[in-house]
């Protein structure tokens, strides 16, 4: 079964410092996302893409993060500056456009990142 | 405010039991997403609904628009169903995540 890849399972680092995290969505998907969850709370939406360009973005994106999709498989969330909050687990998710059913979201495994 | 509000916040059943979660939300919606979430982290959705009702094994999930309300029903649980269920809706392609309804099925 099709799976979105995720790299690196966790990472640690210093505050201050930037991170990027990796994602591989499923190939045919056209709609991918990065989500954030901070330990013990709910899953927060951080950005959406399409055709190339962020698509819906929350409050929570500012200007420290940024995503792209260098290639035709990698699509990755950077965080310029790091700081002690932006621990979390941080999600990676796409989605197809297709026939109701098809229609699924796929999470990614996640990856931890710990800011020191 | 809390766009998505979930019931109840923890659940314990005996296995066997048929249990309810209701999600209720209060933004117009593209669709909205049951999700599970495994002890370890990982995520598994399980349905995506924008209208009626679906079944999957023993999981069923209903939506009704005008309400703004959606159910995730399962039936006969069974430990293995032990998990955080989180309903999310869908605007545009912008997300609304319920703190989440924690599940243990005892055997």
């Known amino acids: 079964e099709p799976e979105v890849t995720q790299t690196p399972s966790h990472q640690v680092t210093q505050m201050g410092q930037e991170v990027i995290l990796r994602c591989v969505p499923i190939?045919?998907?056209?709609?991918f996302y990065w989500y954030r969850q901070i330990l013990g709370q709910k899953v927060e939406f951080l950005v959406s893409?399409?055709?190339?360009?962020?698509?819906?973005k929350s409050e929570i994106f500012d200007d420290q993060f940024s995503v792209e999709r260098p290639d035709g498989s990698n699509f990755t969330l950077k965080i310029r500056s790091t700081k002690l909050e932006d621990s979390a687990m941080y999600f990676c998710?796409?989605?197809?456009?297709?026939?109701?059913?098809?229609?699924?979201?796929?999470f990614g495994a996640g990856s931890r990142l710990t800011v020191l | 405010k809390n766009e998505v509000e979930q019931s109840p916040q923890n659940l314990t059943a005996q296995e066997g039991e048929f249990i309810t979660i209701n999600c209720s939300y209060s933004v117009g919606i593209s669709a909205l997403h049951w999700l599970q979430q495994h002890p370890g982290g990982g995520i598994v959705s399980l349905f995506m609904?924008?209208?009626g009702k679906k079944k999957h094994g023993r999981l069923i999930a209903t939506i009704n628009i005008q309400e703004k309300h959606s159910s995730l029903h399962i039936t006969a649980s069974h430990p293995r169903d032990s998990a955080v269920y989180i309903c999310a809706v869908r605007t545009g392609n912008q997300f609304y995540f319920g703190t989440g309804t924690s599940l243990t099925v005892i055997p």
């Open positions: 998710a796409s989605r197809s456009l297709g026939a109701a059913g098809a229609n699924v979201l796929t």
């Open positions: 190939s045919n998907h056209l709609y």
């Open positions: 609904l924008s209208s």
């Open positions: 893409f399409y055709n190339n360009e962020i698509s819906e």
